[in-house]
């Protein structure tokens, strides 16, 4: 832990320009959405996603570059608030520092690989003449035959019947580029569509990059759960943040592993860069000003300090036990007789 005056004095100077990184990054994130997606309509399937691409993939370049940068600049707030809860906290461990720097970073670069490997992908995509649409239409085609074949044997008999099975204009339809014309029109349309996102998928998974950019995506999102819960846990304990914010923040570190919900973790980045730029109305808890350690008072915990002290009210006067003529007050067996003892004593005397 860092003195007191340090500590405020660093968080003073680097404070607000933190805060201004994590609206900036969250902003970036979005606007690179926006520039990534431009030119390339709503496409639906992996097929339709690289034929999209093929015609804007500068465009597609561009806006994962945006991204990747915004949520890479997204380590800043959260190494910030991690340091400012290490200066208040003797029981955080600085090692952890590292994944809240590696997991956002990781993150960021996978993004920006992965639209790597979309634009490569698009750019040996030929529709439906890519070798491997061609080879599932024919594998759906012959499926499909095989399924009926036996029927058509028995009811189908003749000379057409036998050209169009075994002849050589079969055979020559077989060699020529007419194969996944033929073979095409023998199969229902939901099953071109499987076939040409399924070879999308394969020409994908065929590219250089693409192990690299699941390895980066999928170890900076544990990275990035790790750290922000690790940080917003503590963060909340020491007082930095409330606890309502504090708990939101350890679920958002869960939420980023679910795309669907990546949008209340940006939220709490906007607030987190909002509270250290101190845009937030009531400023921000007394534990930033403090430069140490102000734990939220548990549920039905009163604020008074001296109840929190358990302090007792009183003196430290020592009690006299005699009265003013300097005898001993009842109660002591050398004191007055008084009281139904002292009656039994004086009748005792008198015996």
Do not use: H
Not at 128 to 136: H, M, N
Not at 148 to 163: C, H, L, N, P, V
Not at 285 to 291: E, Q, Y
Request: hydrophobic share 40%.
């Amino acid at each position: 832990m860092s003195s007191r005056t340090e500590t405020l004095a660093r968080e003073k100077k680097w404070t607000l320009p933190a805060g201004i990184v994590s609206v900036a990054g969250v902003a970036m994130y979005f606007i690179g959405q926006l520039v990534g997606s431009s030119g390339l309509g709503s496409p639906e399937g992996s097929a339709e996603i690289l034929e999209a691409i093929s015609d804007n993939g500068s465009s597609v370049m561009l806006g994962a570059v945006i991204q990747g940068v915004g949520i890479a600049l997204l380590a800043v707030p959260l190494v910030f608030l991690f340091l400012a809860a290490l200066a208040r906290s003797a029981r955080m461990r600085r090692g952890f520092i590292l994944i809240a720097i590696v997991g956002p970073a990781f993150i960021g670069l996978g993004t920006i690989v992965s639209a790597g490997t979309l634009v490569s992908s698009s750019g040996d995509w030929e529709g439906d003449a890519t070798k491997g649409v061609a080879e599932c239409f024919q594998k759906a085609a012959e499926s499909d035959q095989g399924a009926t074949g036996a029927t058509g044997a028995t009811g189908i008999t003749g000379e057409t019947g036998t050209t169009g099975t075994t002849g050589e204009g079969a055979s020559s339809g077989q060699t020529s580029d007419g194969q996944n014309g033929n073979a095409a029109a023998t199969i229902t349309e939901d099953q071109k569509t499987d076939c040409r996102d399924e070879a999308a998928d394969d020409l994908r998974a065929e590219s250089g990059l693409s192990g690299l950019a699941l390895g980066l995506l999928g170890s900076g999102a544990v990275g990035f759960l790790i750290g922000l819960f690790y940080t917003a846990l503590n963060a909340m304990r020491v007082g930095l943040l409330t606890r309502f914010w504090g708990s939101l923040g350890m679920a958002v570190g869960v939420i980023l592993i679910l795309p669907t919900l990546q949008i209340i973790a940006f939220a709490w980045f906007i607030y987190l860069g909002l509270l250290l730029a101190g845009w937030i109305p009531g400023g921000r808890p007394p534990a930033w000003a403090a430069g140490e350690a102000v734990p939220w008072m548990l549920p039905g915990q009163s604020s008074d300090e001296e109840d929190e002290d358990d302090v007792i009210d009183g003196t430290a006067e020592e009690i006299d036990d005699t009265d003013e003529s300097g005898a001993l007050e009842s109660g002591d067996p050398e004191g007055p007789d008084d009281g139904p003892q002292g009656e039994r004593r004086k009748r005792k005397k008198r015996n």
